[in-house]
């Protein structure tokens, strides 16, 4: 019995695995900070195909991303259509708003031009 203890307190000792790491390994406490960059598109729509993947490096003017050709183009078809009926403004319609926002702003610089010596009275 007392050979059994002997021979484990040895084991325990000189043979049994120890606690300290492996050669070339290290430990410590530490703190990673890394830089979140957000990524957007101008037009809005459905990826069609990702050329990156994950922790690869990307440089300014990489394409990463492609988004789907006919939703592009459907919105700015519908876009261009949007914007051809804003600017098709007839010469009557022009002319017309800006007599009426001149016959406000008129009416605007009377009444408070007006409405200054009237509220200017002279007590005698």
Not at 41 to 51: F, K, L, M, S, V
């Amino acid at each position: 019995m007392l050979a059994a203890l002997v021979g484990f307190a040895a084991w325990k000792v000189l043979l049994a695995p120890s606690d300290l790491p492996l050669k070339g390994l290290a430990r410590g406490n530490g703190r990673i900070e890394a830089d979140i960059i957000d990524v957007s598109t101008r037009p809005a729509g459905r990826i069609a195909e990702i050329a990156l993947r994950e922790r690869d490096l990307v440089q300014a003017d990489l394409a990463s991303a492609a988004l789907r050709a006919k939703m592009t183009s459907d919105r700015s078809a519908r876009s261009a259509a949007d914007l051809s009926d804003h600017l098709d403004l007839s010469f009557t319609d022009v002319t017309a708003t800006a007599f009426f926002m001149l016959g406000a702003a008129a009416m605007v610089f009377t009444t408070s031009f007006f409405g200054f010596f009237s509220s200017r009275r002279r007590f005698v």
